[in-house]
């Protein structure tokens, strides 16, 4: 395939492989799931940028100088999904910790984080609570975490004998206890602190 460099050139309803993901140098933000296209919202909001930002701040704070590593959107996440031809899903989470440096190269990741995180906006609301729900599941993703800016609230899911088990939902006041990293104590105003 050569390389395109306008996204109307892609037909939508064909299958693509991560070889032709790497062709692609538009400037729309795209997903792959499965093989099919997804486009993703052109810009996030401040209010996500800012709740990013926040959670980035304490993540940095926890894990800097220790094994895992920290890294936020933009950034290609391969994930291996066996109901789907190999090289298919590439998302891009908005932050996500990766424990074992193996799967990191210079492209992103390369198979499941260890947490990945995701801050629903609006127009995405139901690709991030159910296609990429299933999809961090089936990969193996340990925790996977949705934020709701409207409602201020967190919720937690722990993937335990191929099943997430979600704990009740955070709200501010409380703290966020990692099942995956119990050193993590974060308070839920933190990751809010002057989101509009």
């Not at 919202?41 to 220790?66: D, E, T, V």
């Not at 996500?96 to 193996?102: N, P, Q, Y």
């Not at 609301?125 to 599941?137: C, P, Q």
């Not at 201020?152 to 099942?179: A, H």
Request: aromatic share 10%; with cysteine; net charge negative.
């Amino acid at each position: 395939m050569p390389v395109v460099k306008n996204f109307s050139d892609l037909d939508l309803s064909k299958t693509y492989s991560y070889s032709d993901y790497l062709l692609w140098q538009f400037q729309e933000r795209v997903e792959l799931i499965k093989g099919y296209i997804r486009k993703m919202s052109p810009a996030p909001s401040s209010r996500h940028q800012g709740i990013s930002h926040n959670l980035n701040g304490c993540f940095y704070i926890n894990f800097h100088k220790k094994p895992c590593r920290v890294f936020e959107a933009p950034f290609d996440v391969r994930l291996p999904i066996k109901s789907a031809k190999k090289d298919t899903t590439v998302v891009q989470p908005d932050l996500c910790v990766i424990c074992d440096e193996s799967k990191i190269d210079e492209k992103g990741c390369n198979g499941a984080p260890d947490l990945i995180v995701e801050i629903i906006s609006p127009n995405n609301s139901k690709h991030d609570i159910h296609t990429k729900f299933n999809l961090y599941l089936e990969a193996g993703v340990k925790e996977y975490w949705l934020i709701e800016p409207a409602d201020r609230m967190i919720l937690i899911y722990s993937l335990k004998n191929g099943e997430y088990i979600g704990q009740k939902p955070l709200v501010e006041g409380e703290n966020i206890k990692s099942p995956l990293f119990p050193e993590l104590d974060i308070a839920i105003e933190d990751i809010f602190y002057r989101v509009l």
